[in-house]
Antibody, heavy 117, light 110 residues
Framework: QLQLQESGPGLVKPSGTLSLTCAVS?????????WSWVRQPPGRGLEWIGE???????NYNPSLKSRVNISVDKSKNQFSLTLSSVTAADTAFYYC??????????WGQGVLVTVSS | QTVVTQEPSFSVTPGGTVALTCGLS?????????PSWYQQTPGQAPRTLIY???TRSSGVPHRFSGSILGNKAALIITGAQADDESDYYC??????????FGGGTKLTVL
């Protein structure tokens, strides 16, 4: 059964870089699907961040593109998110997902990242 | 910039039928946007109900269905139950590899 698990620091300082990893189990990241990141500020709606294919091809939300990088580590069956120059507005629950069709399908449980000094 | 629109709130009586919609601030939604629908309860990750317009995810009850109604995507709940009270989000594939979420609908069952 496919499972995704996000991990990373829960607290990041302003102007720093947020880094998260999504470990995939029960499926191979090489299977030809896309893998996404989505975030949700507490009490607010969902925002699509971007996605990656096993080849390393990426697509990003234009509003975040200048600060976002998504990468894949096939040897560890995981993919990662980095977001630079963070501010309090980047405080959110961050979810990784395997796409169903072109949109997120199977979700991880999410991790809260707070940006604060 | 085009925005994905959803009703902020909706209510349905137990046993009733409701259609939540997902539109565009400019233009019409078709199956070419591959709409997906998600249910989220407080403190939980989203759960995928429908993808590719009308394909039900594994384990999703048959009372949830998806379609295109007029110029919008729709999530239809037939025979609403108390535990359907949740936030519902849609997402559209905008092309060029970009997806965009709607603002969500808070559904009340009363």
């Amino acid at each position: 059964q496919l499972q995704l698990q996000e991990s990373g620091p829960g607290l990041v300082k302003p102007s720093g870089t947020l880094s998260l990893t999504c470990a995939v189990s029960g499926d191979s990241i090489n299977n030809g699907d896309w893998w996404s990141w989505v975030r949700q500020p507490p009490g607010r709606g969902l925002e699509w961040i971007g996605e990656i294919f096993h080849s390393g091809t990426t697509n990003y939300n234009p509003s975040l593109k200048s600060r976002v990088n998504i990468s894949v580590d096939k040897s560890k069956n995981q993919f990662s998110l980095t977001l630079s120059s963070v501010t309090a507005a980047d405080t959110a629950f961050y979810y990784c997902a395997k796409d169903s069709g072109p949109n997120p399908g199977v979700w991880g449980q999410g991790v809260l990242v707070t940006v604060s000094s | 910039q085009t925005v994905v629109t959803q009703e902020p709130s909706f209510s349905v009586t137990p046993g009733g039928t409701v259609a939540l919609t997902c539109g565009l601030s400019s233009g019409s939604v078709s199956s070419d946007y591959y709409p997906s629908w998600y249910q989220q309860t407080p403190g939980q990750a989203p759960r995928t109900l429908i993808y590719n317009t009308n394909t039900r995810s594994s384990g999703v009850p048959h009372r949830f269905s998806g379609s295109i109604l007029g110029n919008k995507a729709a999530l239809i709940i037939t025979g609403a139950q108390a535990d359907d009270e949740s936030d519902y989000y849609c997402v559209l594939f905008m092309g060029n590899g970009i997806s965009m979420f709607g603002g969500g609908t808070k559904l009340t069952v009363l």
